[in-house]
């Protein structure tokens, strides 16, 4: 890793806390927690009370967050963080529609992914119809690496060292009867990812949730993320996964290559 890519501690002297623990703030309330109290958001980002205030209000001054009596929500100008990051990827328009046409050849959910720490975060997203999880799924949800097809294709694709050092902090949490939780097991189906190009994840995350992905690169070999299939397990078997939608992801993939640059 060069000096330009090094990561800084917390404790180093270029670490501005103050722009850290206002993105704390936000990143605080979610699909569970869209509105909170004070003292909910400060128990949610282990801060005191006053300082979480302070944030809270100068977050509420630029008009990232919204007050309301005793509770506080995000404000729509916190989606203008997202569309910086998507506008300036300009492969934007064109990975949306290879989503779509997947969507509408397989009749399933498709989405690109990218590796954000040890979560994967949706940047994409085709819906089919049918609902496939408790949860809604949309752009920006982030869902744990270890346990989703896209992460695991993301995953895959980090040096050795890189790969052991998630391994090393990752905590896993069981989420179905099928979930992975061991980390050799997990290192095993990820080495394996690695060597025949795309992911399956068969309801670890959620009864139900079968998925298979591949990873997404550029005209130049950049990783650019990960794109999937998600689907129903009561209704796609893995045979019908790996005969119809594995050659669709590929060629999808390959579209992508061959347009982005």
Do not use: W
């Not at 630029?62 to 729509?76: H, I, T």
């Not at 940047?123 to 119809?129: G, N």
């Not at 049918?130 to 695991?152: D, E």
């Not at 939780?181 to 959620?206: F, H, M, N, P, S």
Request: aromatic share 6%; hydrophobic share 45%.
């Amino acid at each position: 890793m060069t000096p330009e890519e090094e990561v800084l501690s917390p404790d180093d002297r270029d670490f501005v806390t103050a722009l850290a623990s206002g993105l704390e703030v936000i990143l605080a309330f979610d699909e569970a927690h869209p509105r909170m109290t004070l003292s909910e958001v400060a128990a949610r980002t282990d801060m005191n009370r006053a300082r979480a205030r302070r944030f809270l209000l100068t977050l509420h001054a630029l008009g990232y967050v919204r007050k309301q009596g005793r509770y506080f929500e995000l404000a729509p100008r916190v989606l203008q963080l997202g569309y910086a990051f998507l506008s300036a990827n300009n492969y934007r328009s064109v990975i949306q529609q290879v989503l779509e046409d997947i969507t509408a050849e397989s009749g399933e959910s498709s989405s690109l992914g990218v590796l954000d720490g040890d979560a994967v975060t949706y940047v994409a997203r085709s819906s089919a119809p049918h609902r496939l999880m408790a949860i809604t799924l949309s752009v920006g949800t982030r869902l744990p690496a270890a346990h989703t097809s896209m992460g695991r294709a993301l995953l895959a694709q980090l040096p050795d060292a890189e790969l052991d050092a998630f391994l090393e902090r990752v905590t896993l949490e069981r989420y179905t009867d099928k979930t992975v939780t061991d980390k050799a097991l997990l290192k095993k189906c990820i080495l394996k990812v690695r060597q025949q190009g795309y992911a399956i994840a068969d309801q670890e995350l959620d009864s139900g949730l079968r998925s298979l992905a591949v990873p997404a690169f550029d005209a130049n070999g950049k990783l650019l993320g990960a794109i999937n299939i998600s689907t129903n397990a009561a209704r796609v078997d893995l045979d019908t996964l790996m005969r119809e939608y594995l050659p669709l992801l590929q060629r999808k993939a390959r579209e992508i290559r061959e347009t982005v640059s």
